[in-house]
């Protein structure tokens, strides 16, 4: 097997984005979720933060004078919901269209089809203990313990840092005491979505890393991704081929109509119409030994004088295209001919004729 050596190529980056291979990190969603939340618990979702300050109060304040019985929980239940539902489906609204943006972004809007489908080999509890026991699964383990003890460490040096401020809050009234701890947490969660961040710019940095290591291309394999966008060489040679042949024929077809065919003598022939009328005379055909030999038989069999002229055929096989006019220069020497193919007809040059020379 050949060495994946190479990097991917930009036809194998979109291959693999229609499978669905695309760099993303699931850290960059958590963490720009996180700070939604933060943003959302302090600004538009703040009703929930006070109708909880509300409930918990209203609720401890009332458990010492009421009658635990199955119908006051049925009610506290209603309650809680009650004030708790609206905002609490509002803040989840939000994350859950966040989360969405936050793939859509880094997917680019891709949508993979073949990502959906359901496989039944992540069934097969052999396939899942390899993937778990793979390299590649261990080292996903590896950066999740990472990410926990990173994370673990941040919460644990915030909440020690303010851990006589928890003892502190028992000191307060309850509505103060909650109010002091949500600002609490919520400062907590800052702290742990700006690692979050970090997290995901070192997280992304890798995926990137795993996608193009995973679609290294060999050298054959370029080569041969090359020879399809190019298409292959033998088609497209004999393609030129077959063109040329056709347009040889339409060029050939063009030949009867020639007034003349100057040739060097048997390496080039070059068939020329001129009629009265005509600005100048014009380039039918033109071709090489056995073009020329073709050029010749063609003219010789439609009774066209073939007429034996070396620097002539030269010139104009060398400067004049196809289906275009002869240049002024040559116009002396094309008069020439065509007076000795008027004289061996017996006609008298046209005006045209002789004012091209």
Request: charged letters at 15%; proline letters at 5%.
């Given at each position: 097997m050949a060495d994946k050596t190479e990097a991917p190529t930009s036809y194998r980056l979109q291959e693999a984005r229609k499978e669905g291979q695309v760099v993303?990190?699931?850290?960059?969603?958590?963490?720009?979720v996180i700070l939604m939340s933060v943003f959302l618990l302090r600004?538009?979702?703040?009703?929930?933060?006070?109708?909880?300050?509300?409930?918990?109060?209203?609720?401890?304040?009332?458990?010492?004078?009421?009658?635990?019985?199955?119908?006051?929980?049925?009610?506290?239940?209603?309650?809680?919901?009650?004030?708790?539902?609206?905002?609490?489906?509002?803040?989840?609204?939000?994350?859950?269209?966040?989360?969405a943006a936050a793939t859509l972004m880094q997917t680019q809007f891709l949508w993979a089809g073949k990502k959906i489908g359901f496989d039944f080999k992540r069934l097969n509890p052999l396939e899942g203990f390899k993937r778990i026991f793979s390299a590649h699964g261990l080292i996903e383990l590896l950066r999740s313990l990472l990410k926990l003890g990173v994370?673990?460490?941040?919460?644990?040096?915030?909440?020690?840092?303010?851990?006589?401020?928890?003892?502190?809050y028992t000191q307060y009234d309850l509505a103060t005491a909650l109010g002091m701890f949500g600002n609490l947490s919520?400062?907590?969660?800052?702290?742990?979505?700006g690692m979050y961040i970090v997290l995901a710019a070192a997280d992304y940095a890798y995926q990137r890393w795993d996608l193009y290591k995973q679609l290294r291309m060999s050298r054959e394999e370029i080569k041969e991704e090359l020879k399809r966008a190019e298409g292959d060489p033998m088609l497209k040679q004999r393609v030129r081929g077959m063109m040329r042949q056709m347009a040889r024929g339409r060029m050939m077809a063009n030949v009867p109509k020639a007034t003349v065919v100057v040739t060097n003598p048997t390496h080039l022939a070059c068939a020329i119409e001129y009629q009265d009328g005509m600005r100048a005379p014009k380039l039918?055909?033109?071709?090489?030994?056995?073009v020329a030999e073709r050029i010749v038989n063609i003219?010789?069999?439609?009774?066209?004088?073939?007429v034996q002229n070396i620097p002539l055929a030269r010139?104009?096989?060398?400067?004049?295209?196809?289906?275009?006019?002869?240049?002024p220069d040559l116009y002396l020497a094309m008069a020439e001919v065509l007076a000795y193919i008027y004289k061996l007809r017996g006609k008298?040059?046209?005006?045209?004729?002789?004012?091209?020379?």
């Open positions: 993303r990190s699931q850290e960059l969603n958590t963490a720009v600004g538009p979702g703040k009703q929930l933060l006070t109708s909880f300050r509300e409930v918990m109060t209203t609720t401890i304040m009332d458990i010492p004078h009421s009658d635990m019985s199955v119908e006051w929980l049925r009610e506290t239940a209603f309650a809680f919901g009650g004030k708790l539902l609206p905002s609490f489906s509002f803040l989840l609204a939000g994350l859950m269209l966040t989360g994370v673990s460490w941040v919460a644990y040096g915030f909440l020690r840092a303010h851990y006589y401020d928890l003892f502190a919520v400062s907590l969660i800052i702290r742990i979505g039918l055909a033109k071709g090489p030994y056995r003219a010789k069999e439609h009774n066209i004088p073939v010139a104009i096989y060398k400067t004049i295209e196809i289906g275009q006019e002869i240049s008298v040059p046209s005006r045209t004729q002789t004012a091209m020379s």
